[in-house]
């Protein structure tokens, strides 16, 4: 069955349907509370609350971007936990020291010590571990966009339709989060793999 | 690289982002190109923006340890859906049946009205067999204590044997005849068939053996108890046109047919039924 019909039957309340709509997205989902959230228990509690307010106010969706729908719902309820906690999020770091984040790479199988990892693993963890940190930095309204437009790979419109703010916005709002990300990132540009400094180069 | 950079305006990396992302139209475009060739830090500002962009899109997604798959008992819903289908069928089984039994009342109602119908003639009929009843003589009169004789005479053996017997046995008489007496009366509702005729006719056969049992066999006293019991005789012939006009209806009086019992008990049951299915149906969202 296809995303329409799936959604019309969950609005009868067919919850198999609903479930297999949240099969198709909760990765993402999970991505961008993850992003906003910065740790991985609070991600997964704002996700699942997510999916039951997205449940229960179906009827409330009039067609368009589903995934649009389900990500403002996602980041509504990142920004309620977030003030229920009243308190920045937590840095991902421990998490990822932690090894509580279900990466693809090996880093969180444990097969390696730090000392241990190819070079090429141990750049790559760096710069996730600077990019997460640097995208903590940033105020909400910019790490949404950026994380949205920048990891998610939405568009323009996709991304003002989650944050509901007009495309000039969402323009304005991403120009100051990569702004502000090169210049947190400074410091790690040394351990960009060589396809970037090659980039780079090459214009 | 890094060390060329200068500040640059909110205006200037809006149009440097955009520029990544494509969403400049081609007059813009064009227009910053033509600045990126003469202006090195601008470029040199540009590429940093990229790298920075190329960075973030490279960081894998986390990947959630677990499915957000939702439960009934997440949002509230319980599980009617399993026997929800069963209600609506025992509900329209139970409707169907109702519509059946008012039906068969309908076609019952029909019949009647017709016997009904028939019934002055059959009036007649009986007040014809009432006036052969009371025409007919005493011996006649006598037919039914005849018919019971058979039987009474077998019971009346071990009667007079006591009589001429022992006084003891005289009193194994009296509980031996009051058993007799409803045997009497079963047959006694076979000739009239009416509760009134059956009740005098009882009484009479029950007296018929008491007294033959103490009288010790005697005829003039049998004969004596026929005479008193011609009277109630007449009785048969009375409840029997009033046993015929009871038939002729289908509804019987003084209390309520099994078929209004049925439909009573089929239309509460699709009541019950479908008030528990909208509920049910209700209570799953």
Known sequence: ?203 | MMENRRKLSEQELELLSAYIDGQLNDRQARRLEARLHEDLQLKAELDSLRMTVNALRDVSAPRPKRHFMLTPEMVGQREPARFVPVLRFATALAGLAFVALVGLEGLQSLSGAQLAARAPEAMREAEVAQDAIRSAEEPMAAAPAAEEAPEFEALEVPAEEAAEQEPEAMMMEEPEAEELAPTGEDQVMKVTGTPEATEVAGIAAGEEVEGRAMDGGDEDGIDQELGQIEAPEEAPAEGANATFAEESEPATIGRISPLRWLQAIAGALFIILSVLTITFRRWSF
Request: charged share 35%; net charge negative; glycine share 8%.
């Open chain 1, 1 to 203: 069955m296809d995303e329409t019909g799936l959604i019309r039957e969950a609005k009868r309340g067919d919850l198999d349907s609903f479930n297999r709509l949240v099969l198709a997205y909760e990765g993402i989902a999970y991505g961008v509370a993850y992003r906003i959230m910065g740790e991985q228990q609070s991600a997964e509690d704002a996700t699942q609350d997510a999916f039951i307010s997205a449940y229960k106010s179906l009827k409330t969706f009039r067609g368009g971007s589903f995934r649009s729908w389900l990500l403002r719902i996602v980041t509504n309820a990142c920004y309620d936990e977030l003030r229920k906690r009243k308190r920045r999020p937590a840095s991902s770091l421990d998490d990822l020291s932690d090894g509580g984040i279900g990466f693809d790479s090996e880093e969180s199988s444990g097969l390696f010590t730090e000392q241990q990892r190819p070079e090429k693993e141990v750049e790559q963890g760096e710069l996730r571990k600077a990019i997460e940190r640097c995208l903590d930095l940033l105020p909400a309204e910019y790490k949404i966009v950026a994380v949205l437009v920048d990891v998610q790979g939405f568009d323009y419109k996709e991304a003002s339709e989650v944050i509901q703010k007009p495309l000039g916005t969402v323009k304005s709002r991403l120009a100051r989060a990569r702004g502000r990300l090169r210049d947190c990132l400074q410091d790690a540009w040394e351990l960009l793999p060589g396809k970037y400094r090659l980039e780079d180069e090459t214009r």
